[in-house]
């Protein structure tokens, strides 16, 4: 049986920690894999990739969540060990939301002060027509 990951978290692999110049995603990357396969039903919604770059450089390690018509999130300045915590609790909390879209008050920890971004689903809209703008 194929499993069916319905989210993504993409861990930047190009950030490079301010003062020690290293690259801190891969780290990431497994520390994140480790705290979601502790359960495994928010490890079977998700997927840990690595990315080459998330343009968020100055605020080294970012870290995305994305999920099929769900809002994406993206934090800052996220480090392993001290983070893992707050971003398997937001994996389980983003997966339960239907639509991705939480309150910055809603999200644990240093997360709520962290977010570079949350983008909505993507959702198509027509353009009024010349009619309607009469």
Not at 45 to 72: D, I, L, R, W, Y
Request: hydrophobic share 35%; net charge neutral.
């Amino acid at each position: 049986m194929v499993e069916r990951k319905t989210c993504r978290i993409a861990v930047c692999t190009s950030c490079k920690d301010k003062q020690t110049g290293q690259n801190p995603g891969y780290r990431m990357i497994h520390a994140l894999r480790d705290a979601l396969n502790a359960d495994t039903c928010i490890a079977a919604e998700f997927q840990v990739m690595g990315v080459a770059c998330m343009a968020g450089c100055n605020h080294p390690c970012t870290v995305g969540f994305h999920g099929q018509g769900k809002a994406s999130y993206l934090f800052g300045d996220k480090q392993a060990p001290d983070d893992i915590t707050d971003l398997a609790r937001f994996a389980e909390q983003y997966a339960a939301l239907h639509d991705g879209w939480c309150s910055s008050v809603d999200r644990p920890g240093k997360l709520r002060k962290t977010t570079l971004a949350r983008i909505p689903a993507t959702l198509f809209a027509e353009a009024p027509s010349v009619e309607a703008a009469e």
